[in-house]
């Protein structure tokens, strides 16, 4: 069994200059609802705002962390930058499974997915994907169908729809 260990990356270059200590809402909530739901989780986050960021700093900190998921979120302007870092992360460990969500992904997942190199991309709200993903990945580590998560399987890609959270007082 794979350590619960799961690496949040908020890849975003343009803020540096303008909002020093800012974090990513999204993946604080989807931390936060993790902690809550998956037993013995340890969760990182990785704001990314120096341009100078290289593969040698990302896999210091794979190498530190060890972890069996990383999982971006990002903007069109950011997806790029996600784009190099998946193969950053491949070429480091071939064994972690790498998703993203946010802005940019639900506006085209397909693209997204088969643009990337990326694993999984999640589809609407995070936090009910994300849990499911977690815990199938680090169990016996395969890719559940649940809604929210797509993904390629033996040359097809499997679309579950998107993800809503209908009772935003249920989150932590």
């Known amino acids: 069994m794979m350590k619960k260990r799961l690496l949040l990356v908020f890849p975003d270059i343009s803020q540096r200059s303008l909002h020093k200590g800012y974090f990513h809402y999204g993946l604080a909530h989807i931390s936060s609802y993790l902690k809550q739901k998956v037993k013995d989780i340890e969760i990182s986050l990785l704001p990314v705002y120096d341009k100078d960021f290289c593969q040698a700093d990302l896999s210091d900190r794979i190498k530190k962390f060890q972890p069996g998921i990383i999982a971006f979120t990002s903007t069109?302007?950011?997806?790029p930058i996600v784009q190099k870092m998946v193969k950053w992360v491949k070429e480091s460990d071939s064994n972690i499974l790498t998703a993203c969500g946010g802005v940019h992904v639900n506006i085209d997942p397909e693209e997204a997915l088969l643009?990337?190199?990326l694993d999984?991309?999640?589809c609407g709200d995070?936090?009910?994907?994300?849990?499911?993903?977690?815990?199938?990945?680090?169990?016996n580590g395969t890719i559940p169908d649940k809604r929210g998560l797509m993904y390629c399987k033996?040359?097809?890609i499997v679309t579950n729809g998107y993800a809503m959270v209908e009772d935003l007082d249920s989150l932590p």
């Open 120 to 122: 999984v991309v999640v």
């Open 154 to 156: 033996d040359n097809r």
């Open 126 to 139: 995070g936090e009910y994907p994300m849990e499911a993903l977690v815990n199938s990945w680090i169990e």
């Open 76 to 79: 069109s302007h950011s997806f």
């Open 115 to 117: 643009s990337s190199g």
